[in-house]
């Protein structure tokens, strides 16, 4: 599709191309070093562009003393891009002596936005957006920061799309008390909130945190809703203080979805509260808990979540479930195995359904009765190779074929079509003895396809 300008009177790309750039075709800019009391010429050029416009940036380093903020407002059939030189690496940065005193980069009250390819290195938070709707934010760095990587937490925010981004070493701050969140999207208290947004395919990983406010990898506060999380990888946000890699709290008015994630060396590996789906998701050595569901004090009531077929491995507890106010909660095809450990802490038993959850450790409020929990052998006899993070199902395991169809999901961790008889966990294995898709790593996982909603 053609972004390009409506009128040949206006430029149709502008490249900018920092000092030690070269010529290029096309209008060029180049940028002089920026003081506490100037504008980059990025800036100035982002806050110029119309609808259908596009700004290329060359590769090398655009620093900034100086508080950076844009406004862009393009339209559905003409959105406004800004994006990497093809090939090329541009890196938007600040010295490091006022990485306390500035973000890296505010967006304000922009809709209808692309950002692609930049990095952003520095700064307190990495990138704000402040109010906005329709943007996509796809293969981008942010990392260095003093406090978290990106923010949503400064008015309500609608129909983002946040993928491919490479978010790390967040919360560097020594100066003060810093959080570190790798993504904060929507305001603690629900008096902002943030709707109909995908967070897809992102790594992020080593966020530190030294204050009680955590170092969540994704973290979707009260009253935000209609947000899909999915096929992101996340580990260690476990530096200085041990957050969830993702947590959502619900309370608004639908429901969010956390699906097909894989989550490691966390505190919690998803803590949820409300309104929300949880599905098709591994976590594995996490230091607290594998997915902890219980109330908040910032959520008021314990309501409508599904939490079905996740594979949750070697945690001190597996599942932390306080449901005795709740209402509306499912617990169903989850594979969670913590040998010598407690597998699963329930209180609540009766305000839920349980079904089919198969289990290796200690179980606490409940028992193995064979219809809502099930003895499920031990690790190596049911994965293909634990050890080395292969959650596979072997030919043979117990979980296979043994899940309740009433809440299997449509499709599995694979985004493969599950099939009857349905498989507990995460995987649908359908019979074969290798994982066909994506093997568990450090680093992005590949998108198949697409999930069917709800």
Request: charged share 20%; aromatic share 8%; with cysteine.
């Amino acid at each position: 599709m053609n972004y390009v300008s409506r009128v040949e009177s206006v430029v149709a790309c502008l490249l900018l191309v920092p000092i030690c750039g070269g010529v290029t075709s096309g209008v060029t800019h180049k940028i002089n070093p920026a003081t506490v009391d100037s504008r980059e010429e990025f800036e100035a050029i982002a806050n110029s562009l119309g609808a259908g416009e596009e700004l290329i940036l060359r590769g090398g380093t655009y620093s900034q003393n100086a508080r950076r903020a844009v406004t862009a407002n393009g339209t559905a059939a003409e959105p406004i891009i800004i994006r990497a030189a093809d090939g090329e690496d541009p890196l938007l940065t600040r010295p490091a002596d006022n990485r306390d005193r500035y973000n890296n980069i505010e967006f304000v009250d922009c809709s209808h936005l692309v950002i692609r390819g930049l990095r952003f290195r520095g700064g307190s938070s990495g990138v704000r957006f402040i109010r906005g709707h329709h943007i996509t934010f796809e293969d981008c760095e942010i990392a260095e920061t003093g406090n978290n990587a990106l923010t949503m937490n400064s008015g309500d925010c609608d129909s983002f799309i946040i993928r491919r981004n490479h978010i790390h070493h967040t919360g560097l701050s020594t100066t003060r008390q810093t959080e570190g969140e790798g993504m904060y999207i929507g305001c603690h208290s629900g008096s902002c909130i943030t709707t109909n947004t995908l967070v897809e395919g992102n790594y992020i990983h080593h966020t530190r945190g030294t204050s009680s406010g955590g170092n969540d990898g994704v973290e979707i506060k009260f009253g935000s809703y209609a947000n899909v999380v999915r096929d992101n990888v996340i580990h260690d946000t476990n530096i200085g203080r041990q957050y969830p890699g993702i947590f959502v709290y619900g309370g608004g008015k639908g429901i969010n979805i956390v699906e097909g994630n894989v989550i490691w060396n966390a505190g919690e590996g998803i803590q949820v509260v409300s309104d929300a789906i949880i599905r098709n998701n591994i976590i594995f050595d996490c230091s607290m808990t594998g997915i902890t569901a219980a109330p908040h004090a910032a959520v008021s009531h314990v309501r409508n979540t599904k939490i079905v077929n996740n594979t949750i491995i070697n945690s001190p507890r597996g599942i932390l479930i306080r449901w005795g106010k709740a209402s509306d909660m499912v617990l169903a095809n989850n594979a969670i195995y913590c040998p010598g450990a407690t597998a699963v802490d329930v209180s609540g038993v009766g305000n839920g359904t349980f079904s089919a959850n198969f289990v290796e450790g200690r179980v606490t409020g409940a028992t193995i009765d064979g219809s809502r929990f099930h003895d499920g052998k031990i690790l190596p006899e049911v994965f293909a190779d634990p050890a080395r993070n292969d959650y596979w199902l072997r030919p043979d395991s117990v979980l296979s074929n043994n899940a309740d169809a009433d809440y299997a999901p449509a499709l599995d961790f694979n985004r493969s079509l599950r099939k009857a008889p349905f498989d507990v966990g995460a995987y649908e294995s359908g019979g074969q003895a290798i994982n066909p898709g994506w093997g568990v790593q450090a680093g992005f996982k590949p998108a198949r396809g697409g999930y069917l909603r709800p």
